[in-house]
């Protein structure tokens, strides 16, 4: 009941609707399809002894009810009409199989839509805390498998549970002693079989669940770092692991399928050797073969029918068995993702003007982390300036970057703009204000236009504005001397550029949206020094018109920056210019220090800083 439970929340209210049509259809197939079943048996009779028209009331009631020239003729015609009838049965059937697979497939959708959906809902905090191969695999691989081995299985049980109700009560008319020992037969040996094998069914559906995500996390791994893998030599241990996840998911794969299909073997030996037994039952009851002849066919063909849809109703139930998890796995994963998101559910666009910034008393802890990111972070951040985060790993400037993008909301304090409180009301707007360069900047496989309009359709692409965000970060010359040039495509990851290119791409994406802050998240600590000087240069001039916020562990970033903070455990330690924190500021100077470069340089910066100017 919890699976079902799961299902119909997963589906929404407007599927459950589609679904019960979906079940009248089922039961209008079944019953044409037993009907053409029970029409086959009177025929079979009239072969043998074209009399028995006389001695069957239904037989009697059609021939006299109609002017028949003779039994030939009508046994003609009760053909044609069988055959005809089987036909719509065949084809309503194939209709309603059709469907299955179409609603199948649409609820799958839902699903994934709902899944996908509430994880771009999610702020910030949801991503850092779960694995993107996780994420990833429950939208490309457990969603599929859940349409595949848990939703039309069970669409396909319930057409067929139709059929098998429907064929057995038609025998319980007939005999109601042999349908009641044949159903106990037959449900015993596919219960039997069940019990015996169950506990293996849901072990091996659970390792399926486990290794589709371990194949997908080292898939991901290797392909994203392939760099390091071919420079490391390790491409024997990926192709080792893969092909162990792989041969493990093969087999637990092949142990579900068997399992489905192993008591069809038994069953058909069981139900003919009881068909036999029981003709010859019959005939010595009877005497004669001629009156054994109509019941013997029923029951044959009963079986020819009710076999398969037994055995589909065993298969389908297996399977359900065995993927039931990704179900409810699937369901618990929307609830934890609401759990996340119910705190942006009413975030509004509500205008925010620009100002300065002020971080009052901010603090902010991790999920599952005793330890807070920051704490009681108070400071100051001036309009059209140059503000650089400083500190060593783990310090906080990565979490005090998310709350000012608007990505995470602050446990304690409050984040002011101007005199305006950022919050619910206002952070949509506000994010429209900010443009953020990270240091690794992903480059779609598409054109120069589709990256730096990053996420606007095509046919939407301001393309006055692409060409000044493009001069403005330097790169609209490099653009015009390629083949197409806005229409050049940069290949996977940008493989056609080089790293200063590609952080140009990511500065005139984020000048694009025409930010009033301009965010640089280690931008240029993979770059060389000529290219970061360069690029740096073009910063300072975006300052004259732009706020501008850095993270740097490179100081030669920060020499230029108005107000420099330095974190340490999650507070902001010190305040100040280069200069001011070379000479008072302890942690800053182990930070000078960790850099040979800047050792060796640190004092004339002291006293010769007005040359970078």
């Known amino acids: 009941m919890n699976l079902i439970r799961s299902l119909l929340a997963l589906i929404g209210k407007e599927n459950q609707v589609k679904l019960i049509f979906l079940q009248i259809l089922f039961l209008i197939a079944a019953v044409l399809q037993v009907v053409g079943i029970a029409s086959i048996a009177p025929f079979i009779t009239m072969i043998s002894d074209l009399s028995a028209i006389n001695n069957n009331k239904i037989l009697a009631f059609l021939y006299g009810s109609y002017a028949f020239v003779s039994k030939t003729q009508f046994m003609v015609v009760y053909a044609t009409s069988v055959v005809v009838l089987l036909l719509i049965g065949n084809a309503v059937s194939s209709y309603a199989l059709w469907r299955l697979f179409k609603t199948s497939m649409a609820l799958g959708a839902h699903v994934q839509r709902t899944v996908y959906n509430s994880y771009l809902e999610n702020d910030f905090t949801f991503f850092a805390m779960n694995n993107s191969s996780r994420l990833i695999s429950k939208v490309t691989q457990e969603i599929p498998r859940m349409v595949y081995m848990v939703i039309q299985p069970i669409l396909t049980m319930i057409s067929q549970i139709f059929i098998a109700v429907l064929i057995v009560a038609a025998l319980l008319f007939v005999d109601i002693q042999i349908a009641i020992i044949a159903t106990i037969i037959v449900g015993s040996v596919y219960l039997l079989i069940f019990r015996i094998i169950r506990t293996q069914v849901v072990q091996q559906g659970r390792m399926i669940t486990s290794l589709n995500r371990q194949k997908l996390r080292f898939l991901n791994e290797s392909i994203a770092g392939i760099k390091e893998v071919k420079l490391k030599g390790n491409e024997s241990y990926y192709k080792k692991k893969i092909d162990e996840i792989t041969r493990s998911g093969l087999s637990a794969s092949a142990y579900v399928s068997l399992a489905g299909d192993l008591p069809k073997f038994v069953v058909e030996t069981v139900v003919f050797s009881a068909i036999l037994g029981l003709s010859i039952y019959i005939i010595l009851i009877s005497g004669t073969a001629g009156e054994a002849l109509s019941i013997i066919s029923l029951y044959a063909i009963a079986g020819y029918k009710l076999l398969p849809a037994a055995q589909q109703i065993y298969k389908a139930f297996s399977q359900i068995k065995a993927n039931a998890s990704v179900v409810t796995d699937i369901y618990d994963e929307i609830e934890r993702s609401r759990a996340y998101n119910n705190r942006l559910k009413s975030l509004g666009d509500e205008a925010i003007p620009d100002g300065d910034v002020f971080f009052d008393d901010v603090s902010f802890s991790y999920p599952g982390s005793k330890i807070p990111a920051l704490d009681g972070c108070s400071f100051g951040i001036k309009r059209n300036s140059i503000t650089a985060f400083v500190g060593p790993s783990g310090a906080g400037k990565s979490t005090a970057v998310d709350i000012l993008l608007g990505l995470i909301i602050p446990d304690r304090g409050a984040v002011k703009i101007g005199d305006d409180l950022l919050d619910k009301r206002n952070i949509k707007s506000w994010r429209q204000k900010i443009g953020y360069v990270a240091q690794d900047i992903f480059i779609l496989d598409a054109s120069f236009r589709?990256?730096?309009?990053?996420?606007?359709?095509?046919?939407?692409?301001?393309?006055?504005?692409?060409?000044?965000?493009?001069?403005?970060?330097?790169?609209?010359?490099?653009?015009?001397?390629?083949?197409?040039?806005?229409?050049?495509?940069?290949?996977?990851?940008?493989?056609?550029?080089?790293?200063?290119?590609?952080q140009r791409i990511g500065i005139a994406r984020a000048l694009y949206k025409n930010p009033s802050i301009l965010i640089f998240d280690e931008a240029t600590s993979a770059l060389d020094n000529v290219t970061e000087r360069n690029i740096m240069r073009d910063i300072v001039n975006l300052a004259k018109t732009h706020t501008v916020v850095m993270i740097a562990h490179r100081l030669t970033t920060v020499e230029r920056a108005q107000s420099i903070l330095v974190f340490n455990e999650g507070k902001v330690e010190s305040e100040g210019s280069y200069e001011d924190l070379a000479q008072h500021s302890t942690t800053f100077r182990h930070l000078i220090n960790a850099d040979p470069a800047e050792e060796n340089t640190a004092n004339d910066r002291v006293h010769h800083s007005g040359e970078l100017g």
């Open 450 to 502: 589709e990256n730096i309009a990053f996420g606007v359709p095509p046919e939407e692409i301001d393309d006055e504005r692409l060409i000044r965000a493009a001069k403005l970060a330097d790169i609209h010359h490099f653009i015009s001397q390629c083949d197409g040039q806005y229409d050049f495509r940069l290949g996977e990851r940008g493989a056609r550029l080089s790293g200063g290119q590609k």
